[in-house]
């Protein structure tokens, strides 16, 4: 087995000793994290409404479910880096240190991208580092605490934006700069975390959901047995239970007749979803499971396929069977490699979309991206081992925690 270290070591270096990991963990964990990068890249490259004006393929399979499984896995690795347990004592402040440092250099990545067009793609890394900050005292929890917080954050953290949806801004749904966030941090603050695309308040339940799974032990085959059928189970009743409130209990209509959206209005969000906080006050919307609307409808159905995905690519590295076996390795290899450095591709990817250089069909200019994802992912593994971008947040994460144990070490 290579001795690469895993990309996740860019939030904790040197964790404590434990035993080392097996192959079908870490490519099955790296595997879920390139689905999740080729997702990302389908909904910004490919087109999202058919000639119909009906959702493409693309749509229905990635939209918002890509951002959310790219969510649940930082907590798994997270967990996984923290020895799968609760962080406490001396390693508190470290653990601290390191964390929050690679939130710094996640969120100045973000803001280096600021400048991206919004109508190609909302920049997700200013958000993602404010989930990093977020982590920090949920590390300190043990996990059924950390379960109960995911859950405030799935059901109570959406009912309170719906209960002050009329005093909250309306989403601005831009890329913000250094700049910005001088200028006004206060309303950038509620953006990242309250009422942009991706907020980090209720997207807590994808980390919590993260590290509470990160602490199982996920190289038993019956742990990715039992989160494939906790992950299909949330999917699926979370779908059934959004439609039964919705159109068979009146749902729909009280939404209509309490926030005055036209029937046009309604269904466009109901199929398309919303960028940000919903529009008006209604406990309706709560019961909505479109993409990026944050309700507790949607955190749950996009919570089971995360957990689906991690499970199907964990099941697939236990497979022994020699005709199978190849060819899952050709599948799973190149998608790990992708996974191992999805901060530099993402940003590659971001910066090829609103470039002169993307002159191409939607379908062509996805497909090289894909390709170049996989074949790069395949070079960096095989010789530098990382990422440029996962070697920076390497670097500074262990400068951050080792001046942390040092100082603590000192009579």
């Known amino acids: 087995m290579s001795t690469t270290p895993h990309p996740a070591t860019a939030l904790l270096p040197d964790p404590a000793p434990t035993p080392p990991p097996r192959r079908a963990r870490l490519l099955g964990l790296d595997a879920a994290r390139g689905v999740a990068l080729l997702g990302m890249m389908a909904v910004h490259a490919l087109l999202l409404v058919d000639d119909d004006g009906n959702p493409t393929t693309a749509f229905t399979l990635a939209a918002g479910r890509s951002a959310a499984l790219f969510a649940v896995l930082a907590g798994v690795g997270i967990a996984l880096l923290t020895g799968r347990r609760r962080v406490g004592g001396t390693d508190a402040a470290p653990v601290a240190a390191a964390l929050l440092t690679r939130a710094a250099v996640i969120g100045a990545i973000g803001l280096v991208l600021g400048y991206a067009d919004v109508e190609y793609a909302v920049v997700i890394l200013p958000f993602y580092a404010v989930l990093f900050v977020l982590a920090v005292p949920l590390v300190l929890l043990p996990t059924p605490l950390v379960a109960a917080v995911g859950i405030g954050a799935a059901t109570v953290v959406p009912a309170a934006l719906t209960w002050a949806a009329d005093v909250l801004p309306e989403p601005m749904i831009d890329n913000p700069g250094a700049g910005d966030l001088i200028a006004d941090p206060g309303r950038w603050l509620l953006e990242l975390t309250l009422v942009g695309e991706f907020p980090a308040l209720p997207w807590t339940a994808y980390l919590c959901a993260g590290l509470v799974v990160g602490r199982l032990r996920l190289e038993n085959i019956d742990v990715a047995a039992a989160l494939l059928l906790v992950g299909t189970t949330l999917a699926v009743g979370a779908h059934l239970t959004s439609h039964l409130l919705l159109h068979r209990l009146g749902g729909t209509d009280r939404i209509l007749a309490t926030t005055g959206l036209s029937d046009q209005d309604l269904t466009e969000i109901l199929t398309f979803g919303q960028d940000g906080l919903l529009p008006a006050r209604t406990w309706w919307w709560l019961a909505v499971d479109a993409p990026h609307t944050s309700t507790t409808a949607d955190l749950v159905a996009t919570v089971g396929p995360s957990l689906i995905v991690l499970a199907v690519m964990l099941l697939a590295g236990h497979v022994t069977a020699r005709r199978v076996r190849p060819l899952l390795e050709v599948l799973l290899v190149p998608l790990a490699a992708a996974g ?15 470039s002169v250089y993307d002159t191409y069909s939607p379908t062509v200019g996805y497909l090289l991206q894909v390709a170049a ?6 070079a960096v593994r095989s010789t530098a081992g990382r990422g440029p971008l996962e070697a920076l947040t390497t670097a500074a994460a262990t400068r951050a925690r080792r001046a942390l144990t040092t100082k603590s070490a000192r009579p």
């Open 373 to 378: 994802a996989l074949i790069v992912g395949l």
């Open 340 to 354: 191992s450095m999805t901060l530099t591709l993402y940003v590659a990817h971001i910066w090829f979309v609103n």
